[in-house]
């Protein structure tokens, strides 16, 4: 017999050690793909993305996306379960929430922008699946959407996002009352920042009920009255920030 055979097993085992080593998968295609889209979508080539982290976001077929900067995979699945998009400068300030579909599994999409002469996304869409669109992520816990230039026009979105347990909406351009309902059928939902916004009038206090779970909710820098009479009126909030 010769030895080649011998050798070549030995050299299957040490592969298959190091595999474990390594021990994670990596992005799967149709994911890799998308967050390509995304970043032609959202980011025109300015230097300060590409300095920041658009050149792991490479079109290089060997390249894995979940070692790419402000991606975070599940080890075991490779599916993609943070994305952290470092906004800065938008080419389009509507986003497109279709582009989103492909990430599964996400739980955390940080949308935040870094400000800074920086307007921001101002609203949301989807051209199919309208208000809807966010049901489908259905992983979804955490969005933080700070420092952009949204309206009230995005409640009918965020609403259908039913899993989500904490939402950053600091620093936009909401106005007018805060209408509870609009954001009623987030019933997971646990912490709300909706603080340095542009509400007024009073705090509906009687309404917050709705959100059984809430624990967690910052009004601070907005325009609401009344708020010396409102000591004790919250029953299940561990936090309340006014
Ligand atoms: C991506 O791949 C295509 C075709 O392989 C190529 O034409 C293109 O220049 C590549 N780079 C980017 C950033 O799209
Ligand atoms: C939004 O994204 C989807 C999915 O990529 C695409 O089919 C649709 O044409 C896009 N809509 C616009 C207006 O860009
Ligand atoms: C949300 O984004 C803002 C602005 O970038 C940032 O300051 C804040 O730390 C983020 N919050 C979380 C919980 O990641
Ligand atoms: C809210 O934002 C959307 C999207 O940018 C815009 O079309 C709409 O006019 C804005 N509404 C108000 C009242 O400013
Ligand atoms: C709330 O602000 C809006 C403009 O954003 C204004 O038209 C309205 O009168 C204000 N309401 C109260 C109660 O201050």
Known sequence: MERKPFVGQYLIWVLILLGQLHGHKSCIEKERKALLELKTYLIPVTIAWEQDSALTWTNDTKSDCCQWK??????????????????RYLKNPLLNLSLLHPFEEVQSLDLSSFGFGNMGFSGLFDDVEGYKSLRRLRNLKTMNLSSNAFNNSIFPFLNAATSLKTLYLQGNQMNGPFLVKELGDLKNLELLDLSSNRFNGSIPVQELSVLAKLKVLDLRVNGFSGLMDLQGKFSQIFHLFI
């Open 70 to 87: 402000r991606v975070e995979c599940n080890r075991k699945s490779g599916r993609i379960r943070e994305i952290s998009f470092g906004v």
